[in-house]
């Protein structure tokens, strides 16, 4: 019988045999340790790729599902182990899956210390990732939702800058601290509904009284918004970018913290849709607070990787204000641009670390006029900054497009502000790509820059394929959520109509007790 | 009339509900025989090692049958005494396997070392069974009295002789208390029995009893290091050996807590209130001063009195939790996991100390990853696992405890100790940035040493751990 190894599992776990045949290899053999860790990737993304192909988007279902006994706790629970993939996974976890390899390439510039840990802590980081998109019990998704930290913890920590210390603490700590309260909201959900079966939970949570799940909705949110971060959680985010390494920043920029939204929309709009209900209007707000305060943040940065940090703070805005503006047009645009913000930010990341090792410093005003000296680097810069922008044509357009459209159903006042958001991010990311690209050329030492080398290039490379293939085609993708994402803006329709008919029933009740 | 109470006292049952202690006592009595005779003395290892396997199977013999009650109801033995007697048996070995080779100046006194580490372990497993003031009592001192010689153990050191005198005193002043409050309840309810005590439903209006009651749980908080009873514990635990610190750490801790359940049972519900906030300062307590050291036992300690405090929310939500057993069985984990996990970290201070000669603090700990990559793992792990992160014991452990807090209808409580709990992250977070973050401090090199059988058993420690975080299905079916 052949083993099949289109499997979750495999997919989930062939990273963390990665790692620990790494850790196996001696010290000294870095060749060794980088192959492994990229045949790994590359396995993985191979496997990822083939799944989402197979995945069949025209249902709502769980697909590839994997069940096995896990543990029993008090009261006779049964904990699974419990994978599958639905519309709402599919991209990230593809998204997962091709970003390994590309990762790993990356790391040959950059790191060149204790090169078999950090292959370690790589590989171990997406188990981590990919388990938590692809949970399907409460307590499993919870397992992975913290250890994943781990790895995180330790690549900023050990090869990150001067602060890393201050920043990898800071990081742990704010993050932990909103997951153990979400921590107790699990308890208390896994012992009323006496299970921790996700799909189920979906439907128990879902009936549950409004007040009840806005509670339960509140400490599974603020685990979220922290990660995400939505603003006013956000300010360990440019702490851990300015002192992650370069791979480091791109996997907490293209997926960690998609973690997040992620959870937002299963754990936040699909399981409480009541409660999301409500709380709508004030996650929308706080999205839009995000957007632009991340955009005057970005504006005022000299460094060139917090400037980038602080604009993932104003395009997340985006999408948690697609999330919550609970139309179907903002659900897929949110979900897409999850996928858009991880490519072009991972890709603008990715050259901010290449220009970092050749010229050693992040400071906007050191640079000036490379394009002459480095043409492909210049090429490169200018396509991220674009579909970071949303230039039509690019990935960027489509999902904002979608997610202003969602919100103006919604509400057409925060759509317009979170417009202007557009506007300053063009300012922001054009102003310094004109700084560092073009003009004189100032400083004498960026005149014998080398440009990219074909590694470089080649690690780009895909992620480019993707950008502009999302921006041609990007049916191609949102085919695959729109039955997931009909399942959930049913969900929110079903609260929505609930509430009205309490609310029409209100006066009626209130009668009542005054007759009495 | 005499042959009666013999056959009753020798039946088949009270063998079988007395097997572990049995199995202690006589370990104990053979390791003094031994003593007598040089040439067996290489013999020792072996009868200990005996000793523990005999006592670990005269607990798996009443684990999984009906509960056995003996001695006119006083000792009972049942799934929850045999899986508290198997803990026991783990914390001695990991207290033995950690202290050979430790001790220098002392190595001449291996075989009392020996014993009273076994007399201490009847002594525990004569808590745990107990249901019975008196009875308890005599465990308590069993187990307390070696403890106060093994604190002082290494003579030469004044550390360690303050350690132990400070222990004895105030540990003396707590058994004093304790039989204080055992007469006040005698004298106000009749009966030293716990089940006639919990019979008595107005206890309240007794003050006397009540008074009684009241000094029974101060002393057992004393043991199990609870605030305000808990500013004993980092002199102590800094003091005392190492390999002695372990033991205490989780031994002492868990036999008060498995007296301390069916206790519990007496206490009137109006008390859960007060239990709940005497468990949040102390994590608090705990906490915050642990933020602080610098000192690697000092910095356990505190971490161990605000996991006593953790535990202590589960006996708060003993009287609301529909759950049945369900509190019992939270404490027996988290006891479990926090045995293998405080128990391997304290054996690996006891291993790079004692090839220093040096206490270990954070600022020593500097760059261990680089030159021993397994300690400083395996110090990770279990860092990891007193910080509760999921895949390791003591996350399931935190699990089970937070949900009889929830469970109870105590969701601020619960909320505010997982908030603490954070804290203790800041520093365990700490000594993993040494290890791994920081380089290696120019004034303390650790040079290596080889200890096979520490080292194995911090292996076993940390396999423990994982098991219990990853695979804890038997443990969550049998063990409760």
Request: proline share 4%.
């Amino acid at each position: 019988m052949a083993i099949n190894v289109m499997t979750l599992s495999v997919l989930v776990f062939l990273p963390l045999l990665g790692a620990l045949l790494i850790a196996a290899t001696p010290k000294k053999a870095v060749g060794m340790q980088r192959g492994i860790a990229l045949l790994t990737t590359l396995a993985v993304a191979w496997i990822g790729i083939a799944l989402c192909l197979r995945f069949d988007g025209s249902s709502a279902a769980m697909q590839f599902t994997e069940v096995a006994p896990w543990f029993t706790l008090p009261g006779g629970i049964d904990v699974h182990y419990r994978l599958g993939m639905d519309g709402i996974s599919v991209l990230l976890v593809g998204l997962t899956a091709i970003l390994g390899p590309i990762v790993v390439l990356s790391t040959w510039g950059h790191i060149h210390v204790r090169v078999k840990e950090f292959m370690v802590w790589l590989l171990a980081m997406q188990t981590g990732m990919l388990g938590v998109f692809l949970s399907l019990d409460l307590i499993l998704f919870y397992v992975f939702w913290e250890t994943s930290l781990i790895p995180l913890y330790f690549i900023l920590g050990i090869w990150g800058g001067e602060r890393r210390l201050y920043a990898t603490i800071k990081f742990f700590l704010y993050t932990f601290a909103g997951s153990v309260v979400m921590l107790i909201a699990a308890i208390w959900l896994i012992w009323t509904a006496e299970t921790t079966d996700v799909v189920r939970l979906l439907d128990i949570a879902g009936r549950m009284p409004v007040e009840t799940q806005t509670w339960l909705f509140a400490a599974f949110a603020l685990a979220f918004a922290i990660k995400v971060p939505l603003m006013p959680f956000h300010t360990w985010l440019p702490d851990a970018h300015t002192e992650a390494p370069t791979s480091g920043s791109v996997i907490l920029a293209g997926v960690l913290l998609k973690m997040g939204t992620y959870g937002l929309l299963r754990y936040g709009i699909q399981m409480f849709p009541g409660a999301a209900l409500e709380a709508a209007p004030w996650m929308m707000a706080l999205g839009v607070l995000g957007i632009v305060y991340g955009a005057f943040l970005a504006m005022a940065q000299t460094d060139v990787k917090r400037l980038i940090a602080c604009s993932s703070v104003s395009h997340l805005g985006y999408v948690v204000l697609g999330l919550f503006a609970l139309t179907e047009a903002g659900l897929r645009g949110s979900l897409l641009q999850m996928v858009n913000h991880g490519l072009s930010t991972g890709l603008l990341f990715l050259l901010i670390g290449m220009i970092y090792e050749r010229r050693h410093t992040r400071a906007l005003d050191q640079y000036g006029g490379i394009a002459g000296v480095m043409p492909i680097f210049a090429l490169f810069l200018v396509f991220a900054v674009l579909s970071s922008v949303g230039l039509p044509g690019l990935n960027g357009f489509v999902g904002e497009y979608l997610i202003l459209l969602g919100t103006w159903e919604a509400s057409p006042w925060l759509a317009a502000i979170a417009v202007t958001g557009v506007v300053f991010g063009a300012i922001y990311l054009l102003m310094a790509t004109r700084k560092m690209l073009f003009g004189p050329l100032v400083h004498s030492e960026n005149k014998s820059l080398s440009d990219l080398n074909g590694r470089e290039v080649a690690l780009m490379l895909p992620i480019v394929v993707l950008c502009v293939w999302i921006g041609v085609q990007p049916n191609v993708f949102l085919d695959r959520t729109d039955a997931s994402l009909r399942d959930v803006t049913s969900r929110i329709e079903h609260a929505r109509s609930a509430r009205t008919a309490s609310i029409e029933a209100t006066p009626v009740h209130r009668l009542e007790i005054e007759a009495r | 009339m005499n042959s009666d109470i013999a056959s009753r006292i020798l039946s088949q049952t009270t063998l079988d509900a007395s097997g572990p202690f049995l199995a202690f006592a006589i370990g104990v009595l053979l390791l003094v025989f031994l003593e007598l005779f040089r040439a067996l003395q290489p013999l020792r290892s072996v009868v200990f090692l005996a000793t523990l396997a005999a006592a670990a199977w005269a607990a798996t013999r009443t684990m999984f049958g009906p509960e056995l009650s003996v001695f006119e109801g006083t000792y009972v033995a049942n799934s929850t005494t045999s899986s508290w007697s198997l803990l026991f048996v783990a914390t001695t070995l990991i207290a033995w396997a950690f202290g050979r080779k430790y001790y220098r100046e002392e190595a001449h006194l291996e075989g009392e070392h020996d014993i009273l580490l076994l007399t201490a372990a009847s002594g525990m497993v004569l808590m745990a069974g107990s249901r019975d003031l008196l009875v308890f009592f005599v465990g308590l001192e069993t187990l307390s009295v070696p403890l106060y010689a093994l604190a002082g153990f290494r003579r030469s050191r004044r550390e360690s002789v303050e350690a132990g005198l400070k222990y004895f005193v105030l540990g003396s002043f707590a058994a004093a208390i304790y039989l204080m409050g055992a007469a006040f309840v005698y004298a106000g309810t009749g009966t030293l029995q716990l089940s006639g005590i919990q019979a008595r439903s107005d206890l309240l209006e007794q003050p006397l009893a009540i008074t009684g009651v009241a000094m029974l749980v101060a002393a057992i908080f004393f043991k199990i290091s609870v605030f305000p009873f808990h500013l004993w514990v980092p002199d102590v635990y800094q003091g005392a050996p190492s390999p002695v610190t372990t033991f205490m750490a989780t031994g002492t801790k868990a036999a008060a807590f498995a007296f301390l359940l069916p206790l519990a049972f007496a206490l009137p519900v109006q008390s859960a209130g007060l239990i709940a906030a005497i468990a949040l300062l102390t994590m608090a307590a705990g906490n915050l001063a642990a933020l602080v050291q610098t000192d690697m036992k000092r910095l356990l300690a505190y971490s161990g009195i605000a996991h006593a405090g953790t535990m202590l929310l589960a006996i708060a939500g003993i009287f609301t939790d529909p759950e049945l057993g369900g509190a019992s069985q939270a404490i027996l984990f988290y006891m479990a996991a926090y045995t293998f996990t405080a128990g391997g970290a304290f054996g690996l201070l006891t291993m790079l100390e004692a090839q220093t000669g040096k206490p270990v603090t954070i600022e020593s700990l500097r760059g261990l990853a680089q030159k021993r990559p397994g300690i400083a793992a395996a110090l990770t792990l279990f860092m990891l696992s007193l910080g509760g992160i999921p895949a390791t014991g003591g996350f399931l452990g935190k699990y089970l405890i937070f949900s009889v807090a929830v469970r109870g209808d105590m969701i601020p409580a619960a909320i505010i100790g997982i908030l603490l709990s954070v804290v203790a992250l800041g520093y365990y977070l700490r000594i993993v940035v040494a290890m791994y973050m920081q380089s290696e401090s120019e004034t303390q090199t650790i040079p290596a040493e080889s200890r096979p059988l520490a080292s194995a058993m911090a292996l076993v420690c940390a396999a423990m751990v994982l098991v219990l975080g990853v695979l804890p299905g038997w443990f969550l079916t049998n063990v409760r």
